[in-house]
């Protein structure tokens, strides 16, 4: 396999719309497997709200019957931030082609990504909706109807938004552990 989809992020918490997200892109032209990363630290945030050990479990909780998706903890082995072209570079160690899913809200901001002209050479950029965020045409876009933002439902935990697999862990956590 030569192709894969990285999706990475902090899924803090993961939810149905992430599920949602790997589906669509398992079903994208040459995609058969998917790599999701998850952040020991976004580089654009100054703290987590679930320690990146937690949020990695639930990830491979969540997935773990999907033979077409891999788990990387890469980022949360290093400890610190890591910028996407590190994640990238790791992975072109063992693939030749890297789609990166990223949601239409970061794309306003992509300019200001570590070494971005670097990455938009090495990855082709694969856009997941959010809200009414318009995605230029030069970006493919998934075909994704769910829209739920992690930050929103730290702030109303809905159980109904979250994976069936693990939603009472996730629910419990943030319940237990929300700054108000």
């Known amino acids: ?24 892109a398992l079903n994208f ?3 058969k497997k998917v ?3 998850p952040t020991f630290l976004n580089p654009f945030k100054s703290k987590s709200h679930a320690p990146s050990t937690l949020r990695l479990k639930w990830l491979k909780e969540i997935f773990k019957s999907n033979k077409n998706v891999e788990i990387d ?11 996407s072209i590190e994640s990238v570079k790791y992975l072109l160690k063992r693939y030749k082609k890297i789609y990166l899913i990223i949601g239409a809200d970061n794309l306003s901001s992509l300019h200001n990504w570590d070494r971005y002209e670097e990455l938009e ?30 930050t929103q439902l730290r702030k109303h935990i ?23």
């Open 29 to 31: 032209k040459d995609i």
């Open 35 to 37: 790599v999701i990363m």
């Open 1 to 24: 396999m030569k192709t894969i989809a990285l999706f990475g992020g902090s899924f803090d918490p993961p939810h149905i719309g992430h599920e949602a997200i790997v589906e669509a």
């Open 121 to 150: 050479e090495l990855v082709t950029f694969l856009v997941a909706p959010r809200g009414n965020k318009d995605i230029a045409k030069h970006f493919l876009s998934l075909s994704v109807d769910v829209d739920i933002s992690s």
């Open 73 to 83: 903890n890469f980022e949360v082995k290093q400890n610190q931030k890591v910028s």
């Open 158 to 180: 809905d159980i109904s938004k979250l994976s069936a697999t693990c939603s009472q862990q996730i629910e419990k956590f943030y319940k237990e552990n929300n700054e108000k």
